[in-house]
Structure formats: C-alpha cells, structure tokens
C-alpha cells in the first residue's frame, strides 16, 4: 500500500520517497512503486500528474489495490532513495478546476436536486454533465453564486469519516457499503466522496466561468473554466472584442449591434451582386457571335442553366441554325445548353463533343450539360471547318 502523501498534503511538489519494487512492463518501460508518492494517479475524471522522478519523465501514474505505480523509461532498483518532483503548474491548475467542478455541482445540487453524472477535465476546460435541464438565466444564476463562494473563501476539507458517521453523511456520489470513503467538503456548499486532490480554500479557484451549454439526454452539459484557464478564456475574448472595435471603428458595447448590421448589409449586397450579374449574363447571352461552322454562340458568367434556357427561347434565330449558350469560367467549367428547333444538332454535337469535354443529356434537337474544357478550347472546336 502507497502512502498518499496528496490526500495530506495536495501543495506538496517535491517529496522524497524509497522504491519498493521496480518491474518492466515492455521493453524499455518500468513501473516503479514508492514507499510513499505525491503523484496522484488517474480518476475520477481527473488525469494523472506529471513530472520527475530522480531525473526521469514520469509517463503515466496508475493505481491497483491502494499501490500506486510510476511508469518511467529507466530502472530503478528497489531500495533506492529517490527524489520526485510533480508538476506544479500543471497540478494546481486541475485543483482550480476540479475544485471549481465541486463548488458547481453541489450549487446545482442543492438548487435544483440534479446530480453530476459524467465529469472530464482534458487541462482546457471542465465538462460536466448534470441530469437535468437549466436555463440560461439559470445558469447565470449558479455561475453568480459559484464565484460569490470564491469571494467568500470558503474553507475545502477532505477526510476519511468512519463508517456510523458516513452513514448519517448526506453527500454527492454516495457509496453504499464502501471501505475507506474520502469526504471532501467545501464549507456551506458542498459534501462530495473523491479521491482526487483539491485546493484548501475556494478564493485559490478563482474566477469561475460557464462557458457552453448543451442539452445532454435530457440534462445539460455544461463547459466550464475556473482559475487560470478562465483568464486566458477572458484574454482571448478581450482581444476578439478589441479586433472587431477595430476593424468596424465602434465601441466596445456597440459591437454586436455593429456585426450583425454588417452581416445584414452582406447579405443584401450579396443578393444585389447576384441581381446584376444575372442580368450581365443575359445582356451578353442575347449578342451571340457566330462561329466559322455556323453555330451561334455566347459566353457568360454567372447564370445558372435555368436562366441559359430563358435566354436561348428568347432568341431569335434563323431556320436551322444550331445555338450554344454557356456559363461559368475556365476553372469552374461551364454550364451549357444547346438547341436546334428545325433541324438535328448531332452532327454539331458531334464536332463538339469529340473536341472538349462535355457530357450533357437531351434529345435532337436540344441539350444540356457540363463542359470541364477551358474557353480556348470550347471556341477552337466552335471554329474547327474540317
Ligand atoms: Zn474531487
């Protein structure tokens, strides 16, 4: 059994410890079990530390049957006195987080009776998943009272109760006939089972900020950031406001108001850009040119196949002359349509077709498709005489 120096003590860093066993797992990695450890392993929903032990990268930390194990690359003999050092920064800023996790869901707890059925801190943000729905306005209102606690201090404890008094324990995640149940308390808000290390006191969490909110099953999901996380989330926020301050020259509070009339304003300009080159396209539609096999064309951009028919019914056109309308550029190919009322275009279709690369469906006397050739090509089989 591993003396877990973090249930005591969860701002010891660096510890000295002696090796009980060392043992390869695969080649060239050992799992290396201490006397006692301030590394706290995987759960809860929490990862495990990282950081040294006598110079060598700890990998993972793993728990089975209260023996905690150290993966290194190195081995160590047993017997050996060695010296570990965790990961402070990375360590407290899981307390922030994980202890903010707790403030939250006891609040929902106590508010609403919803429990935490699924927690993950992936170093970025918390998600916690509670079985019930909330609000927006809800929500607020447990983020006010979260940080209000913060302000407050409230002292954090963490302690193994024996069982009569664990019995009578009205806390989060009950355990029913469970040795050894790890209390952790957060004073006036809070009574939860975990085994996971936590901050002493809620001012160390700081700023506590929900961030997301989903539907989950019927409850929610919320995304949270607590401590340091919640400032660089509250920097980069900053920033963003302060771009778009600057590149639509408006004031802070003015900004959304000025984004979404941007956003309006595109949309119109969009549809009018649209209008007028579908109009364009039909002003360079109806002035065809004729090519040296006869066949009256008309390049454009911008129209779809809908309007290359409007224009193609609308021209006049001298007894069996074949027309071909297209639309579109040499890099996104072009939509065509092609007609003869009095007479076959095959045999036009045929010079074409063996020429560029086309694929359209019709009959005798009209078709529609697809050309992949660029307009050098198109107007080089238009004006091939063989
Ligand atoms: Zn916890």
């Known amino acids: 059994m591993t003396q877990k120096i973090y249930e005591d003590d969860s701002y010891l860093y660096e510890f000295t410890a002696t090796v009980v066993s060392c043992r390869e797992v695969s080649s060239g990695l050992f799992d290396i079990e201490l006397d006692r450890t301030a590394f706290f392993p995987e759960g809860g929903g929490q990862y495990a530390d990282k950081g040294t032990i006598n110079g060598l990268d700890v990998i993972t930390v793993s ?11 190195e081995p160590i003999p047993a017997g050996t006195a060695v010296s570990g050092i965790v990961d402070r920064e990375m360590r407290f800023l899981r307390m922030q987080n994980h202890t903010g996790e707790h403030l939250v869901s006891g609040i929902i707890h106590s508010e609403f009776g919803y429990n935490n059925v699924g927690f993950n801190f992936d170093d970025k943000k918390v998600t916690l998943i509670v079985d019930g729905p909330l609000t927006d306005e809800q929500i607020t209102d447990i983020e006010n009272k979260a940080n209000e606690a913060v302000f407050r201090n409230a002292a954090v404890t963490a302690y193994y109760p024996d069982a009569e008094t664990l019995a009578s324990l009205d806390y989060r995640s009950k355990l029913e006939n469970i040795q050894n149940v790890r209390i952790v308390n957060i004073e006036g808000y809070d009574t939860c089972a975990c085994c996971a290390p936590h901050l002493k006191g809620t001012a160390e969490i700081g700023l506590i900020k929900i961030i997301g909110r989903a539907s989950d099953r019927g409850g929610t999901r919320l995304l949270i950031v607590c401590g340091r996380l919640a400032l660089e989330d509250y920097q980069n926020k900053h920033k963003a406001v302060r771009d778009i301050m600057a590149a639509l020259a408006v004031k802070e509070e003015e900004t959304a108001a000025a984004v979404k009339k941007m956003s309006a304003d595109l949309l119109e300009e969009r549809k009018r850009n649209s209008d007028l080159l579908c109009r364009m396209a039909a002003m360079q539609l109806r002035t065809p040119e004729r090519s040296a096999g006869g066949i009256l064309y008309a390049f454009t951009d911008g129209a779809g196949c809908n309007e290359l028919i409007t224009c193609l019914n609308d021209m006049t056109v001298e007894s069996g002359v074949t027309c071909l309308l297209l639309s579109g550029n040499d890099e996104k190919g ?44 198109i107007l080089s089989a238009l004006n091939k005489t063989d």
């Open 334 to 377: 072009y939509f065509f349509v092609m007609s003869n009322k009095d007479a076959s275009l095959r045999q036009d279709w045929d010079k074409i077709s063996s020429a560029v690369k086309i694929n359209g469906g019709g009959d005798d006397h009209f078709r529609q498709g697809k050309c992949r050739s660029t307009k050098e090509e």
């Open 63 to 73: 728990e089975k049957d209260d023996v905690i194990l150290h993966r290194v690359c």
